[in-house]
């Protein structure tokens, strides 16, 4: 306990905790711009925290992640384009919402969940992350395996009208997933000697293709170019109630739940949402 008080004795030195703050900030203007993120804010940053100390460069580095993330679900409630691959999911629920008029809405509901999956992320790992490592490091081939053939139940699951269209999109998936060099024996696959698919094919650009060109081919070939209306006096305020919170606490505990179990897997990041 010590030492969690010294540490945040650390963190709300004012320097510290301004310089976070405007990090944080600035990583969600880039998170909220498609194909911009949090790690690209990290990298502008970087070479400036060799001449900080070490103190400072940490908590500037974790303002910037951490507002980075946060922020991707902007982009993709007002205008239906993720801002990262963590927030793909946001774009079938959020995107619709503002669709219906209810863009403030959305917004708090996505800041709230992402302040409440940090928070609680953050003390989960401060008391069990060494139980929980361990407990990642013995998942071998099959528990991952056992995940991959859960992605592909769940794809099946989730077609509406068509399995065939499901299962098709997710083989697509794997096959845009080997194309580079393989992780473990470094051979290239589905290459064809292009140099620049060495390193496989850049998330970002997939995500920019999939999701923001199909948004502005969808809305031109439909005739709506217009943006859809935000009321921005309704911006103010929190926005949810505590009926809210309680007619979806069990959506809330669910979702917490899973996503604490994929982010401390080794190897399996944000945009396995879809599990």
């Given at each position: 306990m010590a030492s969690y008080l010294s540490a945040l004795g650390i963190l709300f030195q004012p320097l510290n905790f301004i310089m976070m703050y405007l990090c944080c900030v600035i990583g969600c203007i880039l998170g909220a711009i498609p194909g911009l993120s949090g790690g690209l804010g990290i990298t502008l940053i970087l070479p400036m925290t060799f001449?900080?100390?070490?103190?400072?460069?940490?908590?500037?580095?974790?303002?910037?992640?951490?507002?980075?993330?946060?922020?991707s679900f902007i982009a993709a409630v007002l205008v239906g384009i993720p801002g990262s691959a963590a927030s793909i999911g946001t774009c079938y629920d959020g995107y619709p919402m503002t669709k219906n008029g209810q863009a403030a809405k959305a917004l708090s509901i996505g800041i709230t969940g992402s302040f409440i999956g940090t928070f609680v992320s953050i003390i989960?790992?401060?008391?069990?992350?060494?139980?929980?490592a361990d407990i990642a490091l013995t998942l071998g081939p099959w528990e991952y395996f056992s995940l991959c053939l859960m992605a592909i139940t769940m794809v099946v699951g989730l077609s509406n009208g068509s399995v065939f269209k499901g299962l098709l999109a997710a083989f697509i998936g794997f096959f845009i997933a080997m194309i580079g060099s393989d992780k473990v024996t470094n051979q290239l696959r589905f290459t064809f000697g292009n140099t620049n698919l060495y390193g496989g094919i850049n998330m970002v650009t997939m995500l920019m293709g999939t999701f923001a060109l199909q948004q502005v081919a969808t809305s031109y070939a439909k005739g709506q170019q217009e943006m859809p209306p935000v009321d921005t006096s309704s911006l103010g305020g929190f926005g949810l109630t505590a009926k809210d919170f309680i007619?979806?606490?069990?959506?809330?505990?669910?979702?917490?739940?899973?996503?604490?179990?994929?982010?401390?897997?080794?190897?399996i990041r944000a945009n396995w949402w879809k599990l």
């Open positions: 001449a900080l100390n070490t103190n400072l460069s940490f908590a500037m580095l974790v303002g910037m992640y951490v507002g980075g993330v946060s922020g989960v790992a401060m008391l069990c992350s060494g139980a929980i007619d979806n606490i069990r959506v809330i505990i669910v979702s917490l739940a899973i996503g604490l179990f994929i982010g401390f897997l080794p190897g």
